[in-house]
């Protein structure tokens, strides 16, 4: 039923490599895909906006793509720092009112 | 700016006890939304508030579940009675509107035995 779904489940990279989270969605019709970050025991806070005619969008080290024709997003983390560890959630929106989530990443970082 | 605030943190009760959440949103809010957040999965919707107005509820499982926003602020969110399967993180958002960007408050971890 879950139509974002998102790769790998989990990763364990270590500190200061780089890595690329996957996501799919088969939402129809497409509003905008947004990225959130969330710690552990706390709720998911925004990294980044992508409306369908964006390809791009960063925001420090976190560095989102967008490819509506193939209804595939990643986000790509540089640089990776512990405090990354967290799980990242695709979160694909109709309007700005229903948001459809994915599964999540849960990354680990290890020192 | 304060954030979203969300009690209590964490809720342990046995089955078939009642239980309730209180969310107060960010000030100036009017959108406020309730979530629930299984183990490893991404958060769905129960319910999504316009000012006091529930204006989408439909995968809330009106049975057991109940949520007021009396005023248009804060919020309550209520299972009687709670079941096994309650069991998850109940997360509340809030929006200037409903068409901009929504802020989630820390959760409540409801565990029922």
């Known amino acids: 039923k879950n139509q974002v779904e998102q790769s790998p489940q989990s990763l364990i990279i270590l500190e200061g490599k780089n890595c690329t989270l996957q996501c799919n969605y088969t939402v129809s019709p497409f509003s905008n895909l947004r990225w959130y970050k969330q710690d552990t025991g706390r709720g998911p806070v925004s990294l980044t906006i992508m409306t369908f005619s964006e390809n791009t969008k960063s925001n420090g080290r976190y560095t989102a793509t967008l490819d509506a024709d193939t209804k595939q997003s990643s986000l790509h983390i540089t640089a990776s720092q512990l405090s990354d560890s967290a799980s990242y959630i695709c979160v694909v929106s109709i309007g700005n009112e229903k948001l459809t989530f994915g599964t999540g990443t849960r990354l680990t970082i290890i020192p | 700016e304060a954030g979203v605030v969300q009690s209590p943190r964490y809720k342990i009760i046995e089955k078939k006890q009642p239980v309730a959440f209180w969310c107060n949103p960010i000030?100036?809010?009017?959108?406020l939304y309730w979530y629930r957040q299984n183990l490893g999965q991404g958060p769905e919707l129960l319910i999504r508030?316009?000012?006091?107005?529930?204006?989408?509820d439909s995968q809330l499982p009106k049975d057991r579940f109940s949520a007021e926003r009396l005023k248009g602020v804060d919020s309550t969110l209520k299972i009687q009675p709670a079941e096994l399967g309650d069991s998850a993180v109940y997360l509340c958002?809030?929006?200037?509107?409903?068409?901009?960007?929504?802020?989630f408050g820390p959760g409540t971890r409801l565990t029922v035995l």
């Open positions: 000030s100036g809010h009017n959108t």
């Open positions: 508030y316009e000012n006091e107005e529930a204006v989408d």
């Open positions: 958002a809030s929006s200037l509107l409903s068409v901009t960007e929504q802020f």
